[in-house]
């Protein structure tokens, strides 16, 4: 099994930044895709960004494009979201998910391991 634990949310002004992070630990070895998810109160949870096993290839939903940034550092077992230029729309739990293949997709279903989330509150 794998476990993922985020770490890093917190509140922030509109405008500010915020870097959020996916611990991974357990049987890493067979993790190859990572991604974040968020949910705000009400709606579904949607695809923020995804990212393959090298880095080499990333993915983000239209919404957070050119603000958010993925990475991961895999000797650490570690994946990052940085935030720029946060929104108040913004705010939502912030979900860290893996799968056990080398497609970035942004569909929920296709992820296997989910953390527990990590609050997001940006205020106007």
């Known amino acids: 099994q794998v476990q993922l634990v985020e770490s890093g949310g917190g509140l922030v002004q509109a405008g500010g930044s915020l870097r959020v992070s996916c611990a991974a630990s357990g049987r890493t070895w067979s993790i190859y895709a990572m991604a974040w998810f968020r949910q705000a109160p009400g709606k579904e949870r949607e695809f923020v960004a995804a990212?393959?096993?090298?880095?080499?290839?990333?993915r983000y939903a239209d919404s957070v494009k050119g603000r958010f940034t993925i990475s991961r550092d895999n000797a650490k077992n570690t994946m990052y979201l940085q935030m720029n230029s946060l929104k108040p729309e913004d705010t939502a739990v912030y979900y860290c998910a893996a799968v056990s293949a080398t497609v970035t997709s942004a569909l929920t279903s296709d992820y296997r391991y989910w953390g527990q989330g990590t609050q997001v509150t940006v205020s106007s």
């Open positions: 990212i393959s096993w090298t880095g080499g290839t990333t």
